[in-house]
């Protein structure tokens, strides 16, 4: 029997259930790895507003910036292949777990620069940070699994924007912190104090 356009059919084929389902089978997933993805462009941003003069006061140069700021993105190109990889082998949630537990330690290596009192600690800290926010691969698949086809792109651009959220609003928050906390005067009164 076929089905005429008129017809009501008693079944519909896989095709066009999957093109027309709506929404989003794991909402809290897809919140926790929003979050996730804030967190890991959070810590290019938030640290961004006391890199140089961090560098300066460790006797690095505008090259030793240059190194620290590409570090973070060096580490992302190192890892996002294999965190890619890991979240097919282990699943998303180990993945997202190892790279802010990285992100962590980044961030912790990072405070102690001043006690190490060499400008390659930045830098090995940027990389650090960088290697757990590699996760944009993996934070886009999640969100293309759990999403329906018809609303993807919808639930891509909130995912990019959260993103976007986490490069532009934090080096402001970095800022007010840097400030607040004495600037670069605050920087050398601490010399060794963090």
Same mark, same amino acid.
């Given at each position: 029997? %076929? !089905?005429?356009?008129? /017809?009501?059919? /008693?079944?519909k084929s896989i095709l066009t259930s999957v093109m027309t389902a709506d929404g989003i089978s794991d909402v809290t997933g897809?919140?926790? #790895? @929003?979050? #996730?993805?804030?967190?890991?462009?959070? @810590?290019s941003g938030i640290f961004f507003p006391t890199m140089w003069p961090?560098?300066? $006061?460790?006797?690095g140069s505008t090259v030793t910036f240059g190194y620290t700021v590409s570090a973070y993105f060096f580490g992302r190109i190192l890892v996002t292949p294999l965190?890619? $990889?890991? @979240?097919v082998n282990y699943g998303?949630? %180990?993945?997202l777990l190892l790279s802010n537990f990285l992100t962590l330690i980044g961030?912790? #290596?990072y =405070? +102690? !620069?001043?006690n190490v009192g060499m400008p390659e600690f930045v830098i090995l800290s940027r990389t650090i940070l960088g290697i757990g926010s590699g996760t944009l691969g993996v934070t886009r =698949?999640?969100? @293309?699994?759990? &999403? =329906? +086809? *018809?609303? *993807? &792109? +919808?639930?891509?651009?909130w995912l990019v924007a959260v993103q976007y959220a986490g490069l532009t609003m934090t080096p402001f928050l970095g800022s007010v912190f840097f400030n607040w906390c004495g600037g670069e005067e605050g920087l050398d009164a601490n010399q060794g104090k963090l």
């Open positions: 029997m %076929k !089905c005429e356009p008129s /017809d009501i059919c /008693d079944s897809f919140f926790i #790895v @929003s979050f #996730v993805t804030f967190l890991g462009n959070m @810590s961090l560098v300066e $006061s460790l006797g965190f890619g $990889s890991m @979240s998303y949630a %180990k993945t961030g912790l #290596v =405070a +102690q !620069c001043q =698949a999640f969100a @293309s699994e759990v &999403t =329906a +086809q *018809r609303n *993807r &792109t +919808q639930y891509m651009g």
